[in-house]
């Protein structure tokens, strides 16, 4: 007897070619969409017109990939999804390695970006070899854009860190969104993959940031300590300088000659032997003094310049002037604010004159070229030897700055001020003349720390401030006049050290990922092989060949489910042997009983009718079922004949 056919307890086989088509079309249609937006958004962020030339291809990258996702979904609608997804992966690979030109400092975002599109599109829409080559590729184009920003020569201009990291969020929202809402469709080998891949490096990420930014912490800490220490010590310098200069005028403001001079009445004084001794004594220290120095004078009680190292200022009436002033009304040595005459910037000295009986009979005053303040910062700073790191003396009224060790044309422009404040600065020679404009770098964040400093000491500035590089600035304030020492460093470049050590360690943690992954893809063939064998012969049990037996491969869950599986096709083979016996044996019935009742259809005689069902029952049953049978055939004959034979009876 044949086999009996189960075809009809076979469920129709899935068709994977329509839902790979689908997903294929769909993701290409994402990256079009999240690639599109991505344009738009470069495009109003640049301002059209404003940007350089060169800013525009990472627009031109976004866009091509947007189009190669329109035509990887149109390949796909037309039934070729293999070649819609080289191309959307074509364009991918091209756009990230074109990006360095078009952006630099921006490696690790762009990075993330291609390495989780190219990801999501593996899982998606390829399956076996094919995704692990797109997986690969992806985390390969993750890690040349990664090192060639880290490592590599800067072609481009540098990008914008908040852009890029926007875009950046909305593709890994969009993507992430992508392979969870598709995970439970991929393949074994496909989860085993993403999720090895996921597991080693988001922690890694995580960590590495986790650890960059404490250190990035402390090294910033760090840094303001260091500045803080700077500024104190121009501070001190420059401090020291005038505090020299004040004792040295009251010094010599106190010379008998001076007093006794000055003692003289004013008719007595010309061509008097001591106005001799006087101007000897002023040449004198023009002469031992720096070459900063542009005027020595002595000045009477009413201002009048009586004897100058600069003849030509004799004669001169100074009684109007803030220096002349604060001397004789305080009655001690004064330092200026620098005024801007006609010969440059000059700073001033003034002690007054005592006589013998303790009356100020006039000041003693010296004129400096303000550009000493300037050299006197300089020959701290030029001890430093940092990179990116400069010094800035303000006046911290008007925040002018009176000497910048980096830039030397910021000195004598305010930090910030309004056009009526520089024009009445300049009437009374506290400004340069100029147009109004240049004379301020309008910071009023700056103008707002340097007067809130006892409560801020440290102060963090935009890119703006400091040639394209964020910065951190101290600062100190002099003891002997109202200015202000700051001290400032670019945070790049005392991060430099910090930012080379958070290079190497993403490169590490890509090569981790990289070999995770070439591990998680042959570990996740070993896992999956056994499985991919079993449904094999599953699919072959489902045929009818319950001959197939799985291979017991190991003694863990898959080795279990395969003699599980075994067992389970042994029991349905038997239960089917017994199908099959039960069926051959109601067959040999049908077919017994039809013999009978053709052979016995033409006995008419009751005892020979009863022989001839003896006789074939005895061929076709046991001897049990005959003596039962032929009681009941008795009873009946008898039934109907009238007469009851004995049980038993041999008739």
Request: negative net charge; aromatic residues 8%; proline residues 4%.
């Amino acid at each position: 007897m044949e086999t009996p056919q189960i075809d009809q307890f076979v469920p129709l086989p899935v068709q994977p070619g329509d839902s790979q088509q689908r997903n294929a079309a769909s993701i290409s249609i994402i990256t079009a969409g999240v690639m599109a937006s991505a344009s738009v958004i470069w495009l109003v962020y640049l301002n059209i017109i404003a940007a350089p030339l060169v800013k525009y291809l990472i627009i031109g990258i976004t866009l091509l990939i947007a189009m190669c996702g329109l035509l990887s979904a149109w390949l796909c609608q037309r039934g070729k999804p293999q070649s819609g997804i080289i191309i959307l992966l074509g364009g991918i690979s091209v756009g990230t390695l074109a990006i360095p030109v078009a952006m630099s400092g921006q490696g690790l975002p762009f990075g993330l970006i291609s390495g989780l599109m190219t990801l999501a599109i593996a899982a998606v829409a390829l399956k076996g070899r094919s995704a692990s080559s797109a997986i690969i590729l992806g985390i390969g184009l993750a890690i040349y854009n990664i090192a060639f920003d880290f490592y590599g020569p800067v072609i481009a201009p540098q990008g914008d860190t908040a852009i890029t990291l926007a875009v950046m969020i909305i593709v890994i929202l969009v993507y992430l969104w992508v392979i969870l809402r598709q995970y439970r469709q991929f393949s074994l080998r496909t989860k085993l993959v993403i999720a090895f891949v996921l597991v080693s490096f988001f922690p890694l990420l995580i960590l590495s940031a986790i650890n960059y930014q404490q250190s990035y912490q402390a090294n910033t800490e760090e840094t303001q300590t260091e500045l803080r220490t700077w500024s104190l010590q121009v501070a001190d310098s420059v401090d020291g300088f005038i505090n020299d200069q004040l004792a040295a005028i009251y010094t010599e403001s106190q010379l008998p000659n001076f007093q006794n001079y000055l003692s003289l009445p004013p008719e007595e004084r010309k061509g008097s032997e001591i106005e001799t001794e006087v101007r000897k004594i002023i040449n004198l220290l023009q002469r031992r003094k720096s070459e900063y120095v542009r005027s020595y004078a002595l000045l009477d009680i009413n201002g009048v310049n009586l004897s100058d190292s600069d003849e030509i200022r004799e004669g001169r009436i100074e009684k109007s002037q803030k220096y002349f002033n604060e001397a004789v009304q305080n009655g001690v040595s004064y330092v200026s604010d620098v005024f801007f005459e006609p010969e440059g910037p000059s700073l001033y000295f003034t002690s007054p004159v005592w006589n013998a009986k303790g009356v100020i009979v006039g000041v003693l005053r010296v004129q400096y070229n303000a550009i000493i303040l300037h050299n006197t910062v300089m020959a701290v700073a030029n001890k430093w030897n940092v990179p990116e790191m400069y010094a800035v003396l303000v006046d911290d009224q008007y925040f002018i700055r009176l000497s910048h060790s980096r830039d030397y044309g910021l000195m004598y422009k305010s930090y910030s001020l309004d056009n009526q404040t520089i024009e009445l600065l300049q009437t009374n020679r506290r400004l340069p003349s100029g147009n109004p404009q240049d004379l301020t770098t309008d910071q009023p964040s700056m103008v707002a720390w340097l007067k809130n400093l006892e409560k801020q000491p440290f102060y963090t500035t935009s890119a703006a401030a400091l040639g394209g590089a964020d910065a951190v600035s101290s600062a100190s304030r002099l003891q002997h006049i109202h200015w202000i020492v700051l001290t400032r460093q670019s945070l790049t470049t005392a991060n430099a050290g910090l930012l080379d050590q958070f290079h190497v360690s993403v490169i590490w943690a890509l090569a981790v990922v990289l070999i995770v992954s070439l591990t998680a893809l042959m570990a996740s063939q070993v896992l999956s092989a056994p499985i991919v064998r079993l449904t094999k012969v599953a699919e072959q049990v489902t045929k009818g060949e319950l001959t197939s037996r799985a291979q017991v491969e190991s003694a863990d869950e898959i080795g279990i489910l395969a003699s599980t599986f075994n067992n389970m096709t042994d029991e349905l083979a038997r239960t089917l042997e017994g199908l099959e016996k039960r069926v051959a044996e109601r067959t040999r019935g049908i077919e017994l009983s039809a013999d009978v009742s053709r052979r016995l259809s033409n006995i008419l005689d009751p005892v020979q009718l009863v022989s001839e069902v003896v006789e074939l029952l005895q061929f076709c049953l046991s001897q049990e079922h005959v003596e039962h049978f032929v009681y009941r055939v008795q009873m009946r004959l008898a039934n109907s004949l009238g007469d009851r034979p004995e049980i038993g009876s041999p008739w």
